[in-house]
């Protein structure tokens, strides 16, 4: 708990070169802190750093938490696969959700979203190395689904998301993240207005803001490793 404050602050220092060398603005990236696995009073050492906005992969889990810290003001984003059976869930305690990749899903979250709350804000994700196991939309749907999504009354659509595998070095990286903001610019110029692009973990933070990135999701450099139960 302890090295949080630190490790939050190196990692916004990283954010500051990488916006300086690609000639961007420092607001004009914003961290993602990814809390998963690590206990409330993780999530509460790195708010109480100044860092506001969490994210999260495992549902249960996460609710648990958001249930824990209510009394903060957090922002909390869901970057974890959503089944059917857990939009409910999603819909009642998120803020963001970054991993639609299906009409239906979306559909869901927009019926189960409460009146009371602000519509529930929406990346969709998109499969842009096209690995044949992973989620996201495959990029030729993306606009179709993004029109779809658009209409929600309950939604609303922000960006792409993507999770690109590991790439060889900061070119190879910032080929696929260019991808994903290519196809951002498209679906842009086709009549969408998003202003999110989310991209970059621990790993490529710098090759994503090179790229384009609005929001880096990092979990490891700044909580520590990851331990799962076995
Ligand atoms: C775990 C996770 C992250 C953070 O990964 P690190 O390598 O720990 O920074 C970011 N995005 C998603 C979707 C994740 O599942």
Not at 39 to 52: I, K, L, M, N, R
Not at 118 to 139: E, F, R, W, Y
Not at 175 to 195: E, P, T
Request: glycine share 6%.
């Amino acid at each position: 708990m302890t090295m949080i404050p630190l490790q939050l602050g190196a990692v916004l220092a990283r954010i500051h070169a990488a916006c300086q060398a690609a000639g961007r603005a420092d607001d004009s990236v914003t961290l993602l802190a990814v809390s998963k696995t690590f206990p409330a009073e993780a999530v509460q050492a790195a708010f109480d750093a100044g860092q506001s906005a969490f994210g999260e992969n495992y549902i249960q889990e996460a609710v648990q938490k958001i249930t824990a810290l209510r009394h903060l003001p957090i922002q909390w984003h869901c970057i974890g696969p959503v089944q059917s059976n857990k939009t409910r869930l999603v819909a009642e305690h998120f803020d963001w959700v970054h991993t639609v990749d299906r009409l239906k899903i979306a559909q869901r979250l927009s019926e189960q979203r409460p009146k009371h709350l602000p519509p529930l804000q929406v990346c969709l994700q998109v499969n842009v190395d096209g690995g044949p196991t992973k989620s996201g939309v495959a990029p030729e749907d993306a606009l179709a689904l993004a029109q779809a999504v658009a209409q929600l009354p309950q939604l609303q659509l922000r960006g792409l998301m993507c999770i690109p595998e590991p790439a060889a070095n900061f070119v190879a990286e910032c080929a696929v993240f260019k991808r994903a903001r290519d196809l951002f610019y498209a679906l842009n110029a086709a009549g969408l207005s998003l202003d999110t692009l989310s991209m970059g973990m621990s790993a490529d933070l710098e090759a994503a803001i090179a790229s384009g990135s609005s929001m880096v999701r990092v979990g490891s450099a700044i909580f520590g490793s990851r331990h799962y139960p076995a």
